[in-house]
């Protein structure tokens, strides 16, 4: 359970990619993995080397970083969200692949490549595999990923079929619902789209992606399944002001982020946002949030930081804390 949400700072060209990550406790915080750094995947124990220097959250097992979401060194930006009832994963390793699990594709995808493009041109090199034959049990771990990069480019990265699709979005919008584009039929209920939309031409940078006449139209659900955040997330993501500069796009993120956000109740779902975070392709910030803090904390992957060699883990208090004025 997780919503994922895309601005674009019309002066200064930021690209912003915000999320929330739904889950039963907080697990992942934010972290700095260097280049050549060496990590081993739980499928069949094979050790992997990073090529660049990412920025993200994530937790650090014996062999390996698992990274949620992150920015690298040279503004690619990825997330991992949950997939309900989607995935097809690969259960005989074909020759000549990579071998994931398929909660590794994000960090594998950060630490190896440097745009959507780059991805796009090796994503038929990687499989995602079910546990059959792994050498530790994972179950059917079942996720999807969004993806941008400086150009404004923004994809899904979905494991539905083999090789894994990636699909253009330019609405900048992904819960966990499988079939994207049934996702985006059913907006038709709620928003107009635009001739570039429907026709699959939209130009990249364009911030919005209706006409924005909602006559007539349907009120967005208010529920937190899948479904209804897609609705809600999408339609608010296009009546808010148009953010002119990174400041402006992750505050924008955060409003609408607020919609979406899943409530901390234990007598009613298992999970709850236990964290948002947001990073810019081009400044390379990363801004963090975990769920009872009420301020957010920002961090750069400097050229300096790019150059260290050790993991480093920021430490984000998941405590409230207040402004007293006397």
């Not at 060209?13 to 039963?24: F, I, K, N, Y």
């Not at 995808?109 to 994972?138: P, Q």
């Amino acid at each position: 359970m997780c919503t994922s949400i895309f601005q674009i700072g019309q002066e200064d060209g930021a690209h912003v990619l915000s999320r929330t990550m739904d889950w039963p406790q907080l697990g992942a915080h934010p972290v700095f993995v260097p280049r050549n750094y060496g990590w081993h995947s739980v499928y069949d124990d094979k050790r992997y080397v990073t090529k660049y220097a990412t920025l993200g959250s994530g937790h650090q097992h014996a062999k390996r970083i698992d990274m949620s979401d992150g920015v690298n060194e040279f503004g690619l930006a990825v997330q991992k969200l949950t997939f309900t009832n989607g995935s097809q994963l690969v259960e005989t390793p074909g020759e000549n692949k990579i071998h994931l699990a398929p909660f590794e594709l994000s960090f594998f995808l950060l630490s190896n490549y440097r745009s959507v493009k780059d991805i796009e041109d090796h994503i038929e090199e990687i499989e995602l595999m079910a546990d059959k034959y792994s050498l530790m049990k994972y179950g059917h771990s079942e996720l999807h990923f969004a993806a941008c990069d400086p150009t404004g480019r923004i994809v899904v990265i979905e494991p539905v079929t083999t090789p894994i699709e990636i699909i253009e979005n330019p609405l900048g919008i992904l819960t966990n619902s499988n079939h994207f584009d049934r996702q985006i039929d059913k907006l038709n209920k709620y928003l107009d789209f635009t001739p570039d939309f429907v026709n699959g031409t939209v130009p990249l940078n364009t911030p919005r992606v209706t006409t924005g006449n909602v006559s007539g139209k349907s009120i967005p659900p208010g529920s937190y399944s899948p479904g209804s955040r897609f609705i809600r997330a999408a339609y608010l993501k296009e009546r808010i002001d148009i953010p002119q500069n990174e400041n402006e796009a992750v505050d924008n993120c955060w409003h609408l982020l607020d919609s979406v956000n899943v409530p901390k109740s234990k007598e009613h779902q298992p999970t709850y946002s236990v964290y948002r975070a947001a990073v810019c392709c081009e400044s390379r910030n990363y801004y963090y949030q975990p769920y009872h803090a009420k301020s957010v904390a920002k961090i750069q992957l400097t050229d300096d930081l790019i150059k260290s060699n050790e993991v480093k883990f920021f430490k984000v208090a998941d405590q409230i804390t207040f402004n007293e004025l006397n």
